[in-house]
C-alpha cells in the first residue's frame, strides 16, 4: 500500500503534504474511507496480517474485501489514479485478492467505488482518469462517473460484483469538422448507474 504525494498549487500548505511518508498519509485515507462506510451504516474491519485488501465491509452475508487507493495527481482535465500495488511496481491485484476498489480525489473530497473485475479482470489497466473537471480529451476519462459515490455498491454480492462492466463513454459535445452533430439528452450510462442519495461531493497511487 504506498501513497503519491502531488499536489496542486495552493496559497495553505495542504493537509495530505503534512504527512512524513507515504504509508502515513495511505493509513489516514484508509480511516477516511472507514468513517465514511461507517456512517453509510456498514460494518467494517481491518484484516490480519497482510493482506492484498485494506478493509473488510460486511453488509447481512455478505463480506467484501476492499483495496483503498488515492490521488492528488492532476493530470490534464482531471485526476489521474494508480491501480497497482506498488507506485511503478510491476505487480497486479487478482480477483482472488479482492472485491472492489475505493478510490479517493483527495483535493475534490470524492470517493469512488469501482469493481475490481473491471480494473484486474480481462482487460487489465494500470490507471484511471477520476473526477474529469473540464471537458476531457478522450470520451472514456467519463467511463468512471457511474461509479463515483456508489456506496450501494456494499451492499452487493460478489457474484453481483463480477457482473459489473464499464458502460459506454457519452458522446462528445464537441463538433469536429465532417462531424454530425450530437443532439441534447441525457446519456444512460447503463443499468448499474446508481443513485447516490443527491451527495455531488466533490494524490498519485495510495
Not at 460486511?58 to 497497482?84: D, P
Not at 457511474?146 to 463480477?162: D, G
Not at 463513454?169 to 469536429?176: D, F, M, V
Request: aromatic share 10%.
Amino acid at each position: 500500500m504506498g501513497t503519491g504525494m502531488s499536489s496542486g498549487k495552493s496559497t495553505k500548505q495542504n493537509e495530505w503534504d503534512r504527512f512524513s511518508s507515504f504509508k502515513q498519509r495511505g493509513e489516514w485515507v484508509e480511516l477516511q474511507f472507514m468513517a465514511v462506510a461507517a456512517k453509510h451504516r456498514f460494518a467494517v474491519s481491518k484484516p490480519w496480517g497482510t493482506q492484498a485488501y485494506d478493509v473488510g465491509i460486511e453488509h447481512g452475508a455478505n463480506f467484501l474485501r476492499v483495496q483503498v487507493k488515492s490521488t492528488t495527481h492532476r493530470a490534464g482535465g482531471g485526476y489521474r489514479c494508480m491501480f497497482r500495488p506498488r507506485h511503478r511496481a510491476m505487480q497486479t491485484y487478482t480477483l482472488n485478492q479482492l472485491d472492489l476498489f475505493a478510490a479517493y480525489v483527495i483535493p475534490l473530497d470524492a470517493w469512488y467505488l469501482i469493481p475490481a473485475t473491471l480494473i484486474v479482470g480481462a482487460d487489465h489497466i494500470s490507471d484511471a482518469m477520476l473526477c474529469p473537471i473540464q471537458p476531457p480529451v478522450k470520451k472514456k476519462s467519463y467511463r468512471y462517473e457511474c461509479y463515483r459515490e456508489a456506496w450501494n455498491l456494499l451492499t452487493m454480492s460478489r457474484p453481483e460484483l463480477a457482473q459489473c462492466h464499464v458502460p459506454p463513454s457519452p458522446p462528445s459535445h464537441h463538433r469536429r469538422p465532417g462531424s454530425r452533430r450530437v443532439t441534447k439528452g441525457s446519456v444512460r450510462l447503463d443499468q448499474m448507474r446508481l443513485d447516490s442519495k443527491g451527495q455531488d461531493a466533490t494524490g498519485f497511487e495510495r
